[in-house]
């Protein structure tokens, strides 16, 4: 990770973006520029680790997180109701 000069808005960012289903790693890699085994790596380093063992079991073999394991064809990096994310901030509704 320390190639990776993240901020701590940046790291909490990565990690809710791991959390959720449908966001593929490789949307991870293509806003942050951490591959998958880094994002492993600071997920194990960021969390409790009952959450870090909770959270691999919850994303192994997990076709969502991969975009070649996905059954559909085309997707988004985001869900359609979430607002435009301009320098990792979040609107809230």
């Given at each position: 990770?320390?190639?990776?000069?993240?901020?701590e808005?940046?790291?909490?960012?990565?990690?809710?973006?791991?959390?959720?289903d449908?966001?593929p790693?490789?949307?991870?890699?293509?806003?942050?520029?951490l591959?998958?085994?880094?994002?492993?790596e600071l997920?194990?380093?960021?969390?409790?680790?009952?959450s870090f063992?909770?959270w691999r079991?919850?994303?192994?073999?997990?076709?969502?997180?991969h975009?070649?394991?996905?059954?559909f064809?085309?997707?988004n990096f985001?869900c359609?109701?979430?607002?435009n994310?301009?320098?990792?901030?979040?609107?809230?509704r």
């Amino acid at each position: 990770m320390s190639k990776h000069n993240l901020t701590e808005t940046q790291i909490d960012r990565v990690i809710e973006m791991a959390w959720e289903d449908r966001t593929p790693f490789e949307a991870i890699q293509f806003q942050f520029h951490l591959s998958e085994q880094e994002v492993i790596e600071l997920m194990r380093k960021e969390m409790k680790g009952s959450s870090f063992k909770m959270w691999r079991k919850r994303v192994q073999g997990r076709a969502t997180k991969h975009l070649k394991k996905r059954s559909f064809v085309k997707g988004n990096f985001k869900c359609s109701l979430q607002r435009n994310i301009t320098q990792n901030k979040i609107s809230k509704r």
